[in-house]
C-alpha cells in the first residue's frame, strides 16, 4: 500500500492534465529503449511521467565528450556505464521502476527478447549500428509493437511514430545494409527533418562524408526527449494530435517553428534552413 500511495504523491502534479485512468494506462504500459544517449534523457522523462516497466540496452560508457549533451554524462560518471548511471537517477526518482538491462546492447541474438512482452519502443540506436537499428525496427513490427524514431539536430528535435499500419522503418529511411554510410546517413538525415539548419550545413558535411564528428548541442537534444515521451504519453492515454508515419513532429526552436512534416527521405534533398528574419 505504501508504495502505491507513494505513486500517487509522486505524480499528484498530474491531476489536472491527466485523469486517475490515464495514470493507471501510464503505470502499466512497458517501455523498451535501444541506446542510452539521447534515450538517456528519453529514459528519465518517461520515468518522471510516471512510467515503470523498462527494457534498456547500451554497451557503453560515458566519455568527456559526451558532457555537453547526454543527461548523465559528468565529470565524476567518465568512464562508468550509461546503463547504470541512468538506473542511479531513475531509482532516486521512483524507487518501483522495473527494469531489465541488456548491457550488450541491442544485437541479432537478442532483440527478440528485448522487444519482447513490450508495449512500445524507442529507437535512439546509433546509425554506426545499422544492421541492429534495421533489425530493432524490423523486429518490432513483426511484433507490433509501436516505435518511436528520434533525432535531434541542433536547435531541432525530430520524432516518427512507426506501428503495424504504417510505412516501414526502411522504407521511410532509405537505408540499407549493402549501401555506403555516406548515403546511409544521408538519407537518414533526409527522412529525420525537413532541412538541415543553417547553422550546422559545414559540419554536417564533414560528418556526412566521413571526416568529423556530428554535431549536437543539448537544447535540441533535451527537446527530442521532451517530444518523445510526449508522443509515447499522448499515445498511451488517446490526448492530443497523434501523428504516426509518414508523418513526423518537427521543432525548432532557433526559428521558432513546429509542424508536422512529411518523414520520407524521397520527398526532399537536404537543404539549409532560412535564417529566421
Not at 122 to 144: C, H, M, P, Q
Not at 235 to 245: D, N, S, T, W, Y
Not at 261 to 270: L, P, T
Request: charged share 25%; with cysteine; hydrophobic share 40%.
Amino acid at each position: 500500500m505504501k508504495s502505491n500511495s507513494d505513486y500517487k504523491e509522486r505524480f499528484l502534479r498530474h491531476e489536472g492534465i491527466l485523469s486517475c485512468r490515464d495514470q493507471t494506462a501510464i503505470k502499466k504500459t512497458s517501455i523498451a529503449i535501444g541506446g542510452l544517449g539521447l534515450g538517456g534523457s528519453i529514459f528519465i522523462n518517461l520515468v518522471r511521467m510516471g512510467f515503470e516497466k523498462f527494457h534498456v540496452a547500451d554497451p557503453d560508457i560515458y566519455e568527456r565528450s559526451n558532457i555537453n549533451r547526454q543527461r548523465a554524462a559528468k565529470e565524476s560518471t567518465l568512464n562508468k556505464r550509461k546503463d547504470e548511471s541512468l538506473l542511479d537517477e531513475a531509482r532516486d526518482i521512483n524507487p518501483d521502476i522495473q527494469v531489465k538491462v541488456f548491457p550488450e546492447g541491442v544485437k541479432a541474438q537478442n532483440v527478440e527478447s528485448f522487444l519482447e512482452g513490450v508495449d512500445w519502443a524507442v529507437d535512439v540506436i546509433d546509425v554506426f549500428a545499422l544492421k541492429e537499428k534495421i533489425l530493432f525496427n524490423r523486429t518490432a513490427k513483426s511484433k507490433g509493437v509501436p516505435v518511436a524514431s528520434c533525432g535531434a539536430m541542433g536547435f531541432c528535435a525530430s520524432v516518427v511514430i512507426f506501428n503495424s499500419h504504417t510505412p516501414s522503418f526502411e522504407e521511410l529511411t532509405g537505408m540499407e545494409i549493402g549501401k555506403s554510410y555516406q548515403e546511409n546517413i544521408k538519407n537518414f538525415v533526409d527522412f529525420l527533418a525537413p532541412e538541415i539548419p543553417f547553422y550546422m550545413q559545414e559540419q554536417m558535411s564533414k560528418a556526412m562524408q566521413g571526416n568529423g564528428s556530428i554535431p549536437f548541442i543539448v537544447s535540441g537534444v533535451e527537446a527530442t526527449a521532451a517530444a518523445c515521451a510526449a508522443e509515447i504519453m499522448k499515445h498511451v492515454v488517446k490526448l492530443g494530435h497523434r501523428p504516426v508515419a509518414p508523418s513526423g513532429v518537427f521543432i525548432d526552436l532557433a526559428n521558432l517553428r513546429i509542424e508536422v512534416f512529411q518523414a520520407d527521405y524521397r520527398a526532399r534533398s537536404a537543404a539549409p534552413l532560412k535564417r529566421a528574419a
